[in-house]
């Protein structure tokens, strides 16, 4: 039987309340949308992507049109670019990586990712049979990451990719059951298979086809409202120009800021803006906290629903902690 109580502690009311990085591989002078328009500033968010996902988003939400809410993907051209800051001078260069296919061999990949990364596990052989068919169906550069760390963390547990673990954080299965926490989310989740995701609750995804088969390209799902974007064509390109690219240095400064203050993040926890950005907080370290990962995908799910229901012109008054039936914390948002 769900219970209700006003929220009061600071995991659920505050969310109510409104150097160098290293050079990886080839260059193109080439710049995309986003750099040409924001040309010669020299304050402010320098990147689009998650960091400028999280920046904007209390200023772009609430966007409706007649097919629902329009998110970051309808404002944000299409793009396989991932834009990177330097800082130099007076003002900011931006450089970008090609985004070209690639296959790196499995002793490449350990070579790339062994003095990075933490948190590995060895894969037992049983899992690689109960999950032979989910192995089979990643491009062959994932399988083997699986195979080689089976799981693994980078930047003091800021960025993860799951394995096949009995850790339900890391384990890939387990984190893409609906009980865990997608339960609390919509439609928007449903053609995606979340294999990673960063402290902030962004996910790593592949899109299903039709068949049940996956499309090459990387997907990444901002954490506030699980808005999708194309990051990579391919998992080798991700590997390389996302994952290791923030495991040498977070290109992300709310991030580094967090690791400063917080330090190692643990991969069953996640960092949340309280109150949330969605309900107009304010993007600071500041505002960050830390809580279960599941809690904090689950109160997500919960206000991202409960803003797409609510009445047109409406605002936030207050938002209620409750008991679903199966014991889980939620939230409930009120409108005025």
């Keep these: 039987m769900s219970t209700t109580s006003t929220a009061t502690g600071p995991s659920a009311s505050r ?3 409104a150097s160098t990085p290293a050079s990886i591989g080839p260059i193109s ?3 995309c949308r986003a750099c040409r328009e924001t040309e010669g500033r020299t304050s402010g968010p320098a990147l689009h992507g998650p960091s400028w996902s999280r920046t904007r988003l209390r200023n772009l939400w609430p966007r409706r049109s007649s097919g629902g809410l329009v998110g970051l993907a309808g404002i944000l051209e299409p793009s396989l670019w991932r834009c990177a800051r330097i800082a130099g001078g007076s003002a900011d260069w931006r450089i970008h990586r090609e985004r070209e296919q690639s296959l790196l061999t499995a002793e490449e990949i350990r070579s790339l990712l062994l003095p990075v990364a933490a948190a590995t596990a060895p894969i037992k052989p049983d899992a690689r049979v109960e999950h032979r068919e989910l192995l089979d169906a990643l491009p062959v550069e994932h399988t083997a990451v699986v195979q080689l760390f089976n799981g693994l963390t980078v930047s003091r547990g800021a960025y993860r990719l799951f394995g096949l673990r009995p850790e339900p954080y890391l384990d890939i299965v387990s984190w893409n059951e609906s009980a865990s926490w997608r339960f609390a989310w919509d439609d928007r989740l449903k053609p995606f298979l979340c294999f990673g995701e960063t402290a902030w609750g ?5 899109r299903r086809r039709p068949n049940g088969s996956f499309e090459p390209e990387i997907y990444l799902l901002e954490g506030t ?5 194309i990051l990579a064509p ?3 390109r991700f590997l390389v120009d996302e994952f290791l690219r923030n495991a040498r240095f977070p290109y992300d400064s709310i991030t580094r800021a967090a690791l400063a203050r ?3 993040v643990d991969p069953a926890h996640n960092w949340v803006f309280s109150p949330s ?3 107009g907080g304010e993007e600071s370290v500041e505002n960050v906290i830390e809580l279960p990962a599941f809690t904090a995908m689950t109160f997500a799910g919960d206000i991202a629903t409960s803003l797409l229901a609510a009445p047109p012109s409406s605002s936030s008054k207050s938002v209620e902690t409750w008991t ?4 889980r914390a939620r939230l409930r948002v009120r409108f005025v």
Aim: net charge negative; glycine share 14%.
């Design 324 to 327: 679903d039936d199966s014991g």
């Design 234 to 236: 391919s998992f080798g």
């Design 225 to 229: 409202l699980l808005e999708a974007e």
């Design 277 to 279: 950005l969605a309900l």
């Design 202 to 206: 962004d996910q790593y995804a592949y």
């Design 262 to 264: 917080f330090g190692q």
């Design 29 to 31: 002078l080439q710049r």
């Design 15 to 17: 969310l109510g309340s």
